[in-house]
């Protein structure tokens, strides 16, 4: 082929299916998390974004961190109406918030990473490191007179385990589709009959499903290694 008068060229690694070093993605994601408040068991959770930053340290080996946050509430007023035998007219109102950070740091292993296969496969462990914090307040009026404001709240910081499977598909080497399916467990001990009131389950296992995109890119030269 050499002595040949054809004009010959390697193949262009830009135009190669593997993936570029360092990612940053974005997904939709809904995550539920078993949290003990210093007064009461709960669940709270993250929906419905999380960012990532990542680095794929070899063709198999990736490490990731992620951030997701969430705010719920509920406000009613009035919450309840009612007179008294006496004719005085009583209502109240109530709200209650959970604010909710997330930090989740990553393994992923992928277990399908032929050079050039676009469908990759990881199994998927870590750690998270979640910010809980709940405030409730009510209020309650006879005739029209405030009867003063009652307020509550619970905060606390927990660790937890986590472990899955996920899914990628590179559409090339800087653009990928991802879907991760996760089980959470908290570092904390409980009791099964207080994992049974919060999570449904003996163990506390709670779940993350997330579902996005990822834009790879290179810092410097170097390759991953094999």
């Known amino acids: 082929m050499c002595v040949l008068p054809i004009l010959c060229r390697a193949q262009d690694p830009k135009s190669s299916t593997l993936p570029a070093r360092y990612y940053v993605g974005a997904h ?17 959770g993250t929906a419905p974004w999380e960012v990532i930053i990542g680095r794929q340290i070899t063709t198999r080996w990736a490490v990731q961190l992620g951030y997701a946050y969430s705010h719920s509430r509920y406000y009613e007023n009035p919450e309840y109406t009612l007179t008294t035998v006496s004719g005085q007219h009583i209502y109240g109102w109530r709200s209650s918030d959970v604010w909710t950070h997330a930090l989740p740091l990553t393994v992923r292993y992928s277990v399908l990473s032929q050079p050039r296969a676009r469908l990759r496969v990881d199994i998927i462990a870590g750690s998270a490191w979640v910010n809980a914090r709940a405030g409730d307040a009510a209020e309650e009026f006879i005739d029209g007179q405030s009867q003063g404001r009652l307020t509550d709240g619970d905060h606390t910081t927990q660790l937890y385990l986590t472990a899955g499977l996920g899914a990628r598909y590179l559409f090339g080497r800087h653009l ?18 207080i994992h049974l009131e919060t999570t449904g389950n003996a163990w506390g296992i709670t779940r993350s499903i997330s579902l996005g995109v990822r834009y790879r890119f290179n810092i410097g030269k170097h390759k991953p290694k094999e």
């Open 28 to 44: 939709l994601n809904r995550t539920t998390y078993e949290v003990f408040y210093p007064s009461t068991p709960g669940v709270t």
């Open 176 to 193: 990928e589709g991802v879907f991760d399916y996760t089980w959470i467990r908290n570092l904390k001990y409980a009791p099964e009959y």
